[in-house]
T-cell receptor, first 113, second 112 residues
Framework: KAGVTQTPRYLIKTRGQQVTLSCSPI?????VSWYQQTPGQGLQFLFE???????NKGNFPGRFSGRQFSNSRSEMNVSTLELGDSALYLC????????????FGPGTRLTVL | QKEVEQNSGPLSVPEGAIASLNCTYS??????FFWYRQYSGKSPELIMS????GDKEDGRFTAQLNKASQYVSLLIRDSQPSDSATYLC????????????FGTGTRLKVLA
């Protein structure tokens, strides 16, 4: 089974720009979660989508948004980029149910200059 | 505020020794518990999941869960230099919907 894929792997943007990241989950997985990872803050939960609906949301400003398509692929968007948005953005997919494990993609490294 | 706490380390152990990593969590209704390994510059990789009290073994790894004391631990037997990484503990809470909370990780160094 193919794993979680994320594109692009690396991005360099300047302050004020916007960015869109993409995630394709493991085949059959309907839940996609997004995380931001920085050295100082660790893994911070952004949001989770399940069957095209946002099911959970973390404590991030409205500049961070996402969506999920009918094929379970997900995108997240960050508008008006700030220097502090520089981070590794990770996508994780899981099946349905309370015990289902999350599997991470390779991540997108975003650098904001 | 639900929390998952880990000692940041680094935890240094000699090659061949047992590495013991610990994690405590704050919410008694936690459902599932996971250990991830993350090498520098890479994404987290799931290595163990545990759902009920007791021990679960998988190769050189043993996860231990004690819900009464609200801790989960990971033992790595016969530690190898390739085990040097950051180990993340994750807890899945049922708060209407299921949410994962991650600890900040423990850095393990296995000395050859």
């Amino acid at each position: 089974k193919a794993g979680v894929t994320q594109t692009p792997r690396y991005l360099i943007k300047t302050r004020g720009q916007q960015v869109t990241l993409s995630c394709s989950p493991i085949s059959g997985h309907r839940s996609v979660s997004w995380y931001q990872q920085t050295p100082g803050q660790g893994l911070q939960f952004l949001f989770e989508y399940f069957s095209e609906t946002q099911r959970n949301k973390g404590n991030f400003p409205g500049r961070f948004s996402g969506r999920q398509f009918s094929n379970s692929r997900s995108e997240m968007n960050v508008s008006t980029l700030e220097l502090g948005d520089s981070a590794l953005y990770l996508c994780a997919s899981s099946g349905a149910g309370q015990n289902n494990e999350q599997f991470f993609g390779p991540g997108t490294r975003l650098t904001v200059l | 505020q639900k929390e998952v706490e880990q000692n940041s380390g680094p935890l240094s152990v000699p090659e061949g020794a047992i590495a013991s990593l610990n994690c405590t969590y704050s919410d008694r209704v936690s459902q599932s518990f996971f250990w991830y390994r993350q090498y520098s510059g890479k994404s987290p990789e799931l290595i163990m999941s545990i759902y009920s009290n007791g021990d679960k073994e998988d190769g050189r790894f043993t996860a231990q869960l004690n819900k009464a004391s609200q801790y989960v631990s990971l033992l790595i037997r016969d530690s190898q230099p390739s085990d040097s990484a950051t180990y993340l503990c994750a807890v899945n809470y049922n708060s209407g919907t299921y949410k994962y909370i991650f600890g900040t990780g423990t850095r393990l160094k296995v000395l050859a």
